[in-house]
């Protein structure tokens, strides 16, 4: 079972349409994403996809001249109610895991919140979570949702 | 291997000698031959036969590009038409095009140069020539052609652009010398890896370029690319196309064939002579041109002569690569600045692709420079904070470069315009 899940990362300039055009993309290669992050500073933004074949989209991208790498991220359910994303900050906080970034959504067929994660230290992050009692979601799982 | 011992190893008396011959001849022929020219030397007050001295050059009038663009199409010529058997102009890119026309002779003044030049960096009639210079009315195509047919290699006349086709005929026809721009030689690079095709594949022997500025750093990315030694080949239309100087495998500066072409540095400000060795605008006179003799052109490209003893046996003058223009020179916040400071300072980026654009603007009454660089996916990193940090470090180089604060855009790869011939690399949008 693998607990890293893979996500996109997609270079993109400040620049009216490149969003779409990367989402062209993956709508003509039939990818369905399953969860969406968007980073951006004045100059340029990250775009970070989760979707069920990370490394067939991409190929696609960079096919379209898009600049993509592959990173990991750790997928963890959370309570649907408040409180539920302050309780797995506490864990890393309790063992000082550095978070990068995060972003969550929620899956409305299983009714399911899911936050996904980035630690600096993502094989310590996954040990604390799993220590704190947390459920951490395979990549399997996630790409079927 | 020296293509003309007698002429390029000469020892300095006989050339000077023979420089002054070919001057007082060329003087005259100006003169008798070129009403603009007796027009010029008589406002200045000389005569041809005012020259007694080498340095008596110093009292002949310069010639600008906008005279030469006055005389359009064919005032600068001085012989009747029909002893002209080819033309050729320059691009035009900043106003009307200066014609350029050849004797018979001429054209074998230009193979015998260019013959020179490429013999310089090792070419032989067992090399397959790759030409990729336009074949038209610029200088460029037609000058390597002749050179090469002189050497008696084998030239494939492709000229510009089907870069897809370039890179198979570069495979199948067996290519050991490239001939190409800077820019399109990167350009046929990333198509060529596109295509599974790496440098240790192409098995050149080397690489001939020329017809843009360059950087040091730009010559070794070309090297790196097609795993082959590269060479700069200079030239002017106005004053023949490529052949006025080209390197010698030193790569230690490009040997001037001054037994055709005299060059002299002056300051573009006060005009005056430079002293051997000072950097400044390149002067250049056709010392044996027939049918379109120039005097004194200022070439607007900014170098260094010096004399000394090249390890080839060469004792043709040495010109520093060109570090700018004259006109490509930048103000900005009273600053000058050159493009190739800008190229320098990001060739020193690992994982940046050389493709950039200098954007010169005037938002609020000050001035501002916008680098647009392409990022690569060996730049690019999944963090915002460690791509602001690159973003940084590029600003950083080009300030320690230059001394100015810029603004560096990451843009997207391949959204540059990319070039077959020169690539425009700066934009200016102040209206002054």
């Not at chain 1, 993509?68 to 539920?84: L, S």
């Not at chain 2, 790759?130 to 000229?159: C, D, E, M, R, W």
């Not at chain 2, 690569?321 to 020193?348: C, N, Y």
Request: glycine fraction near 8%.
């Amino acid at each position: 079972m693998e607990l890293k899940i893979k996500q996109l990362s997609i270079f993109l300039e400040n620049r009216k349409g490149r969003m779409k055009k990367a989402l062209d993309v993956l709508e003509k290669g039939n990818v369905n994403i399953r969860a969406l992050s968007i980073a951006d500073t004045s100059d340029f933004g990250i775009l970070r996809l989760i979707v069920p074949e990370p490394e067939r989209t991409k190929e696609l991208l960079e096919e379209n001249s898009f600049i993509v790498k592959i990173g990991e991220v750790i997928a963890v359910r959370m309570r649907d109610e408040p409180g539920g994303l302050g309780e797995i900050l506490g864990i890393l906080d309790d063992n000082n895991i550095n978070l990068e970034y995060l972003y969550a959504f929620v899956e409305e067929k299983e009714k399911v919140a899911i936050v996904l994660l980035h630690p600096e230290n993502i094989d310590g992050g996954i040990k604390a979570l799993i220590d704190g009692g947390e459920e951490i979601i395979s990549a399997e799982e996630i790409y079927q949702l | 291997m020296i293509w003309n011992e007698e002429a390029e190893c000469m020892s300095q008396e006989d050339k000077e000698i023979l420089q002054l011959l070919r001057l007082r001849s060329v003087a005259k022929r100006a003169y008798n031959n070129v009403p603009y020219y007796k027009k010029l030397f008589d406002e200045a007050g000389i005569k041809p036969e005012d020259i007694k001295t080498l340095k008596d050059i110093e009292k002949l009038p310069l010639t600008t590009k906008d005279d030469l663009r006055e005389a359009y199409p064919f005032g600068m010529f001085a012989v009747p038409p029909k002893k002209i058997v080819e033309v050729h102009t320059s691009s035009g890119t900043t106003g009307k095009p200066t014609v350029s026309g050849y004797t018979k002779k001429d054209l074998e003044i230009w193979s015998e140069a260019m013959a020179r030049g490429l013999t310089m960096f090792g070419a032989t009639e067992d090399d397959i020539i790759q030409n990729t210079h336009g074949y038209g009315l610029f200088t460029g195509g037609f000058g390597v052609h002749y050179g090469a047919q002189k050497i008696g290699s084998t030239v494939i006349p492709i000229s510009t652009g089907q870069t897809k086709r370039q890179i198979e005929i570069m495979r199948d026809f067996g290519t050991s010398i490239m001939i190409f721009t800077p820019s399109y030689g990167l350009y046929l690079a990333e198509v060529a890896e596109e295509e599974g095709l790496s440098g240790k594949d192409m098995n050149l022997k080397s690489i001939g370029f020329g017809a843009e500025m360059w950087t040091v750093e730009m010559r070794r990315e070309i090297e790196r690319r097609f795993n082959a030694p590269a060479y700069n080949i200079y030239g002017l239309t106005e004053i023949i196309g490529p052949g006025v100087a080209l390197e010698c495998h030193m790569q230690d500066g490009l040997h001037v064939m001054e037994d055709h072409f005299y060059p002299e540095i002056i300051d573009s400000e006060t005009l005056e002579t430079l002293p051997e060795g000072e950097i400044g605008e390149l002067v250049l006179t056709t010392l044996t041109r027939e049918g379109m003799p120039i005097i004194r052109f200022r070439t607007k490209d900014i170098t260094t002569l010096h004399r000394s003893e090249c390890e080839c046996g060469r004792t043709l003058i040495k010109m520093d690569r060109i570090t700018g223009r004259t006109d490509d020179m930048l103000k900005i916040r009273g600053v000058t600045v050159f493009p190739s400071q800008i190229e320098k300072a990001l060739l020193k980026m690992d994982g940046l692709e050389p493709h950039y654009q200098i954007i010169a603007t005037r938002p609020h009454h000050l001035d501002e420079l916008e680098i647009q660089v392409e990022a690569s996916s060996d730049l690019f990193s999944d963090e915002i904070k460690e791509l602001v940090a690159i973003k940084k470090k590029i600003e950083n180089y080009i300030h320690n470069e230059t001394g100015l604060r810029v603004n560096v855009t990451l843009v997207e790869p391949k959204t540059l315009p990319r070039s077959e011939g020169k690539a425009v690399r700066v934009i200016d949008k102040r209206k002054i």
